[in-house]
């Protein structure tokens, strides 16, 4: 890539093909930023320009500057900041009071396109890759294809294929009557003991998953009674860790009770999702061995409301919202306080997409300054992903996912919703 890209200017420089030294420039911007976050140091930078070239970032320079031949674009009012990354969302979900009954007449093909329109407004809600941590058979492979060869926009998406033991969060025969719940498709993605999970985790690398998304406990939204209980046993746990390392996948773990999570910390998987009752062994276990905490306070807060709300829930799934919902914000103030490793994540598709700028401000609330909270949303998230050599900071060289809100964050966290720019790849999105 750089080698190439150094020639192309080194021809156009040498006036030697002119119709190639206009494609090079047409290929420049120049981004005046009033602002520039810089996550490694948590530091802001007055009046930077970025220089782009290409799909990469080439130079940040002091100042206004704008090379021959670059298109400007005005940042002059805004904060730029690496493009975000949501590291737990649902294209295909939008949760309603009518969600289980559509669930009885949605195909794939239907969440699909839902998603194709919710992973646009992903983007331009400033969140330029994101963890796709659940949908429909198929759909978040396929969007994640069709984004990558550029038929629709959305950000760049990391897939997660589920595996889930009988009964458990994610067993979409949870709730049914008897012959519907005997359907031999809704076994797809439930199996129990080590044979059967490490066969499931082999499927889902054939389906052309990126990571294994487990349930080491109950969830609130399953049509099930308990939200906390464990759900897979140390022998399976550690199949499943063991059998996704063969394949290179990371292992995410939904997790609201504290024996199902340390299970799963134990066992190595890379995240813990939501985390709700993590007590401090757990928080001790994260610590040693380096495992993250994605905590989606949005999701929390959002389920809490909505069980006010007469009808909104079948019963079963409103005293679990009520229970678990308004607990995560307070575990996450004491995670980040004992110095847990924590990633930004929203399970977007519970509360509505492009709001996931909304847990920033959540975050800031229970204590963490918004830098760091901003931290945990770029560079943070990339190491999660894997892609921390690529993204996550603003530095030349790298892939040129820049984003900018309206203000200065630092001062107003909900600035964060104000998104005025995005850049994913080199291509601008959406311009001030
Ligand atoms: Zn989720």
């Given at each position: 890539m750089l080698s190439s890209r150094n020639k192309l200017t080194r021809y156009a420089a040498a006036g030697m093909m002119m119709a190639l030294a206009s494609v090079a420039h047409a290929q420049t911007s120049a981004l005046q930023c009033a602002r520039l976050v810089d996550v490694k140091t948590l530091a802001v930078l007055p009046e930077r320009t970025i220089v782009v070239e290409g799909k990469r970032i080439a130079r940040i320079e002091s100042g206004y500057t704008a090379p021959q031949g670059a298109a400007v674009v005005d940042l002059k009012q805004h904060t730029c900041m690496p493009g975000l990354i949501d590291?737990?969302?649902?294209?295909?979900s939008e949760l309603s009071p009518t969600s289980t009954v559509e669930s009885m007449g949605f195909n794939p093909p239907d969440y699909a396109i839902r998603a194709v329109a919710n992973a646009e407004k992903t983007l331009m809600a400033g969140f330029t890759s994101i963890r796709e941590l659940g949908a429909a058979p198929g759909v978040s492979v396929a969007v994640r294809d069709g984004i990558n060869r550029g038929i629709v926009k959305g950000p760049r998406i990391q897939a997660a294929g589920g595996v889930g033991s009988t009964?458990?969060?994610?067993?979409?025969?949870?709730?049914?009557?008897a012959e519907l719940a005997a359907?031999?498709?809704?076994?797809?993605?439930i199996g129990n003991g080590p044979a059967e999970v490490t066969k499931l985790v082999r499927q889902r690398y054939r389906d052309r998953f990126d990571l294994i998304k487990i349930a080491t406990t109950g969830g609130v939204?399953?049509?099930?009674?308990?939200?906390?209980?464990?759900?897979?046993s140390d022998e399976e746990l550690a199949a499943i860790v063991k059998t996704a390392r063969d394949y290179g996948m990371p292992v995410t773990a939904h997790a609201h009770g504290a024996e199902g999570m340390k299970r799963a910390i134990r066992a190595g998987v890379q995240t813990i999702e939501h985390?709700?009752?993590?007590?401090e062994e757990g928080m001790r276990l994260m610590k040693e061995k380096g495992t993250w905490l994605v905590p989606t306070i949005s999701a929390g807060r959002y389920v809490a409301e909505r069980?006010?709300?007469?009808?909104?829930?079948q019963e079963i799934v409103r005293v679990k919202a009520a229970t678990i919902g308004p607990e995560i914000q307070g575990m996450f103030a004491r995670a980040y306080k004992a110095g847990v490793k924590i990633a930004f994540g929203t399970d977007q598709g519970v509360a509505p997409h492009?709001?996931?700028?909304k847990e920033f401000q959540y975050m800031v609330e229970a204590g963490m300054p918004p830098l760091e909270a901003i931290r945990a949303a770029t560079l943070n998230g990339a190491t999660v992903m894997g892609l921390e050599k690529d993204l996550g900071t603003i530095e030349?060289?790298?892939?040129?996912d820049i984003v900018a809100v309206s203000g200065d964050p630092v001062k107003?966290?909900?600035?964060?919703?104000?998104?005025a720019m995005v850049m994913k790849d080199g291509v601008v999105y959406k311009r001030p």
């Open positions: 590291l737990h969302v649902h294209l295909g009964g458990g969060h994610g067993d979409p025969a949870n709730g049914l009557r359907t031999p498709s809704l076994e797809r993605n939204l399953s049509l099930a009674r308990s939200g906390d209980a464990p759900l897979l985390g709700t009752y993590l007590d069980a006010k709300q007469a009808g909104f829930f492009g709001d996931n700028a030349s060289g790298k892939l040129a107003d966290i909900t600035n964060m919703m104000k998104m």
